[in-house]
């Protein structure tokens, strides 16, 4: 596959109005994708840029890639608060479609990347989808979503939206407002069960300090018919992978391997 230019960008719309970015591959066509799938409240870049400059490094490796706002998040249309598992996998699944859909595309060849709240969703695609996923990389997956995103919301909030029908918190620098329908359609993904069918390559990763590094093991351990599997614990990194300190390296570690691992899965 010749290079021919350096990696463009340009703006997307999907269906629904979704927003994304798509990087065309600097090497001639028809070319592997990847699809990128954010984490809940964040946007088509991730913290300290890391989806964007993936962007960059598959590229330069002879893949495109396409990243998402989810409803209600960076650019596409929305109320953040709308938000459920329902809603986000029925964005995901249009974006693989578009991506399986572009002229210069080989669409045999698609990969989906999923962080946190956008792992489970990206676990969705797997069941949900009549697109083939040949390869599959989750950053930092929430596992249980239900009991994962109580836990970082509080209970008492959950109890909350049920009684009052929606609920507000602090997130980041802004207050957001959550829905009964975001807590009661948690358990709709089973990201742990989801990849247990799952028979394309798959990749798992997380830093040794975030909570989430529970799921690493028995997500890759209930893989057991993937082409081929494997998992990364970056020790001392956090739930950001350091993305907003490019000097700690956990972040350059995550992007290496990443960028690795679809290069090899997606020429196969």
């Not at 709308?82 to 060849?109: E, K, N």
């Not at 990763?205 to 028995?218: H, I, T």
Request: aromatic residues 8%.
């Amino acid at each position: 596959m010749a290079p021919v230019t350096a990696m463009t960008e340009h703006g997307v719309s999907l269906e629904g109005g979704v927003r994304g970015t798509w990087a065309a591959a600097a090497a001639a066509g028809p070319v592997p994708c990847a699809v990128f799938l954010h984490g809940f409240g964040g946007h088509r870049n991730e913290v300290g840029s890391l989806f964007s400059t993936l962007a960059v490094r598959l590229s330069e490796r002879g893949i495109a890639s396409l990243r998402i706002d989810f409803p209600g998040c960076g650019e596409s249309p929305g109320e953040f608060g709308d938000i459920t598992i329902a809603l986000y996998s029925q964005a995901a699944r249009a974006a693989v479609r578009f991506a399986r859909d572009q002229p210069d595309t080989a669409p045999g060849r698609l990969g989906l990347l999923g962080y946190s709240f956008g792992g489970a969703v990206a676990t969705t695609c797997l069941r949900e989808t009549d697109v083939s996923i040949r390869s599959l990389a989750l950053w930092a997956p929430v596992g249980n979503p239900k009991a994962d995103m109580i836990e970082s919301i509080g209970a008492a909030k959950a109890a909350e939206a049920e009684r009052k029908g929606w609920t507000e918190l602090a997130w980041g620098e802004r207050k957001i407002r959550l829905k009964r329908a975001f807590f009661a359609g948690l358990a709709d993904a089973a990201p742990v069960e989801a990849v247990a069918d799952y028979d394309g390559d798959l990749f798992v990763a997380a830093g040794s300090r975030d909570r989430l590094v529970k799921y690493v093991g028995p997500i890759h351990a209930a893989a057991r018919r993937a082409r081929s599997r494997a998992q990364r614990i970056i020790d001392g990194a956090d739930h950001f992978f350091g993305g907003p300190d490019p000097a700690s390296g956990y972040a350059e570690a995550l992007l290496a391997d990443t960028a690795d691992f679809f290069a090899v899965s997606l020429a196969r």
